[in-house]
């Protein structure tokens, strides 16, 4: 079956720097989406990308998606305390999505 | 965006008691709606497709009986663990989307802490 999975890292970095998360499929999708869910919350969609689109902008954060390496990446750049939360990529296959393992992200003020 | 709402947002129940759980789009109609386990720490796992008018897909491994579906609106979709017990304890999260398709991002509920006692 299809399914995101991210590095399983646990970044902790300083407020004002970048942070970047990886996320790998397996098999052909349609489009890959990134979740953000703060502790004990339910997940908020950030950014779709179509198969067909390599790298996408919105606000601060910035998504690429390599179909031949079946990957993609999020970048999150000048993070602020808010940004602290866990992030979790998707691929959309049989009607539902998948999700990776997700990404612990804390941003130190 | 649209809204997803689930109630409630945390309950504690005793062993051998049923729960439910209740998933509403606001501002959608929406024919399917998914519900989601969760782990400390961990990823969200599909446990069941909820289809308006008809009955739920389970997911392998995932016990119909223990875990009710029923969508009986285009607003609505309730999950019930029946007769729970402290492994059932876990954080259960529902999700719908607007769109039909492909091309479709999900909206999810709040979540819901169960813990049983």
């Known amino acids: 079956s299809q399914q995101g999975e991210e590095d399983p890292q646990a970044l902790s970095i300083q407020e004002g720097e970048n942070a970047t998360m990886n996320c790998s499929y397996k098999?052909?999708?349609?489009?890959l989406q990134w979740y953000r869910q703060n502790s004990g919350r339910g997940l908020v969609h950030l950014i779709l990308?179509?198969?067909?689109?390599r790298e996408k902008h919105s606000g601060r954060l910035r998504v690429t998606l390599d179909t031949s390496k079946k990957s993609s990446s999020l970048l999150i750049t000048a993070s602020r305390a808010a940004d602290t939360a866990s992030y979790f990529c998707?691929?959309?296959?049989?009607?539902?999505?998948?999700f990776g393992k997700g990404n612990q992200v804390v941003v130190i003020p | 965006g649209a809204v997803v709402s689930q109630h409630p947002s945390w309950v504690i129940c005793k062993s051998g008691t049923s729960v439910k759980i209740e998933c509403r789009s606001l501002?959608?109609?929406?024919?399917?709606m998914f519900w989601y386990r969760q782990f400390p720490k961990q990823s969200l796992m599909l446990m069941a497709t909820?289809?308006?008018?008809?009955?739920?897909?389970?997911e392998q491994g995932v016990e119909k009986d223990k875990f009710l579906i029923n969508h009986a609106s285009l607003t609505l979709s309730t999950l019930t663990v029946t007769s729970a017990h402290p492994e059932d304890s876990s954080f259960y999260i529902c999700?719908?989307?607007?769109?039909?398709?492909?091309?479709?991002?999900?909206?999810f509920g709040q979540g819901t802490r169960l813990t049983v006692v």
């Open positions: 501002d959608f109609q929406a024919t399917t």
């Open positions: 098999t052909s999708i349609n489009n």
């Open positions: 998707a691929v959309y296959g049989n009607n539902r999505l998948a």
């Open positions: 990308i179509r198969s067909n689109e």
């Open positions: 909820s289809n308006e008018g008809s009955k739920a897909t389970y």
């Open positions: 999700s719908a989307n607007p769109r039909q398709g492909a091309v479709a991002e999900a909206f």
